[in-house]
């Protein structure tokens, strides 16, 4: 049986940790002595209740950088402790085992207890398992759907299709598209980063051949003839604890699920910087919003950028990537600039 761990994975070495810096990393007023993570925390949301900037919980943990990016599970039951030392205060890892009388009687284990993760798993998981977003002329040489054997217009799920020029060595499960609007550089309007592409299903092949037999098993959107097949990447594994770029990023917001213009504290957006540019997944960065103002000569001023809010980074293409949005002081707008805290 596993035993409960005290501690928040906070550690150097086997139990030490480095103290928690008064200068630099604040703890809340309110933080309390002990915490039992329970289904449905996050690692976000556990260093929240101790840090006033949850994010920065990897400058006091003492890890290598992949260590940091990827760090040790921790579960449900088990009890994070604030500890106060001569040398400081720190979140420290330590193992105690509880004195339990057996009975001779049958008892049954908890089994497939998964790791808490990250972020909210809910909010993210369809922008794992689903590539929104295509790179630049991903969908031009795609697969395609020539259609039904009855010619009919609109295909769902249950359906058999036909499809043209599909490949044996990606695999039997594709993911249908349609080509979306082109993601441009705010900041180079000639330079098209990727396109938004619109999931309509999933597909499963029947037999390939120069012209394969597929079935729809999934469809959330009318299918049409012409819809292109990308492979299933299934669910790309996402746990990586939040750090801070080590190179200054300065990118900018340029799309929000959903089509809303004010962006809130659990939004999906699109960053105009990817793996290309040195992001990565577990990537926080700052919010910043450009304001002006008219002075009263007439001429327009440039106020300081203010920051109003966190985001975090879940998935990286080669030009563009998807945060979601952790913190907001303020409605975040499309546009608005994004850099390393």
Known sequence: MRQPIIAMIFFLGLFSVTPIQADNI???????????????????S??????????????IWGLNRDEVKNPHKIYPGDIIVLEKTLSGTRL????????VKLSPTIRSEQTGITAIPSIPAAAIEPFLSQP???????LANAPYLLGTSDSRVIMSAGNTVY?????????TVWQIFRPGKALQDPDNSDHILGFEAIYLGDSQVDVFDDVSTITITSATEEILKGDRLVPSPGIIFNNYAPHAPEIPIHGRIISVYGGVT?????????????????????HVLAVYRRSYAKSL?????????ERTGLVFVFRVFDNLSYALVM???QSIQILDAVKTP
Not at 49 to 59: A, D, H, K, S, V
Not at 262 to 280: M, P, S, V, Y
Request: hydrophobic share 40%.
């Open 26 to 44: 604040q703890l809340r007023s309110d933080a309390p002595e002990r915490y039992v993570v329970v289904q449905g925390d996050t690692l976000w």
């Open 46 to 59: 556990i260093a929240s209740r101790f840090l006033e900037n949850p994010w920065r919980w990897t400058q």
């Open 92 to 99: 420290t890892l330590a193992a105690t085992k509880e004195t």
């Open 132 to 138: 929104l977003i295509i790179e630049k002329n991903g």
């Open 163 to 171: 499809a043209s020029n599909l490949p044996e060595d990606l695999g």
């Open 262 to 282: 004010q962006i809130g504290k659990g939004a999906i957006i699109t960053l105009n910087k990817g793996a290309l540019d040195g992001l990565e997944m577990g």
């Open 297 to 305: 000569e007439g001429k327009i001023v440039q106020l300081p950028d």
């Open 327 to 329: 913190q907001g002081t």
